[in-house]
């Protein structure tokens, strides 16, 4: 791996129900978690619970699921990046699928929480990933060609330091069904000759993490032999016991 550390980010969506269910989950991820290990570990809970967060532990960072464009504003149900910096947020995941799908969020959106996201000092993970129909039709490149372009247009040269790209098969969230190694890295590839034709030698330093059914028994094959800088992990982050042996399995 070209970076020092490996990535975690534990997407928990819209869970758990309670307070005190996020305040256990949240528990039992740190407490499997040994902080003198090679892992920044990132947890990005429903909006709600980041004030339960503020305060945290050192051994990990505080995400958000997604942010608003704007500072202020009439914008009802949104979130701003400077309100996510105030409680402590650090990451912040951007153009998930779940958004683009179930709420019709573009490109060209996500272009822009991107830009404002990065300018207020936030560390920006933007998914990119095909769907099965576009899989089947052998559209994989030129959909996360198209992604990765328009979503980092409003991006120069120069500001992509804070910049992560996260490849999420959409075909592969959720219904334990991973990507293959082998063609994950090969897709990995393909992201990052498109970077660095976008952003010159800048675009090799940006992490590219892998999701998409992710767990313990799968992780290290992601990481392993100069493959991906880490991994966006969602259902499998809202059990803190296979987190333990996620981390167990990375720095074996």
């Not at 978690?33 to 990005?44: G, Q, R, T, W, Y």
């Not at 709600?48 to 305060?55: D, E, G």
């Not at 198209?146 to 490849?167: C, G, P, R, V």
């Amino acid at each position: 791996m070209r970076f020092m550390k490996k990535i975690i980010v534990a997407n928990w969506k819209i869970n758990p129900s309670t307070e005190k269910k996020a305040k256990k989950l949240f528990d039992d991820t740190i407490g499997g978690f040994n902080d003198d290990k090679n892992i920044e570990l990132v947890i990005c809970p429903p909006d709600i619970y980041l004030p339960l967060f503020k305060n945290h532990s050192q051994k990990v960072k505080l995400g958000a699921q997604d942010c608003f464009w704007k500072k202020g504003g009439a914008y009802t149900g949104e979130i701003s990046p400077d309100i996510l910096k105030n409680y402590g947020v650090s990451y912040v995941i951007l153009g998930h699928s779940e958004r683009r799908i179930n709420l019709g969020e573009t490109d060209a959106m996500i272009a822009k929480k991107i830009k404002i996201a990065q300018s207020a000092g936030l560390k920006t993970i933007l998914c990119v990933g095909e769907t099965m129909a576009q899989k089947k039709q052998r559209n994989t490149f030129s959909v996360i060609k198209k992604q990765l372009t328009e979503s980092l247009s409003l991006l120069s040269k120069n500001k992509i330091t804070s910049l992560i790209i996260a490849y999420e098969p959409v075909w592969a969230i959720g219904p334990g069904d991973p990507c293959p190694r082998e063609t994950a890295l090969m897709v990995m590839a393909d992201i990052r000759n498109i970077l660095t034709k976008l952003f010159g030698k800048n675009g090799v330093n940006v992490p590219i993490l892998y999701g998409g059914s992710v767990d313990a028994t799968n992780t290290n094959d992601y990481l392993e032999n100069h493959g991906f800088d880490g991994l966006l992990i969602g259902g499998a982050s809202l059990d803190g016991g296979e987190m333990a042996k996620i981390f167990s399995s990375i720095t074996r």
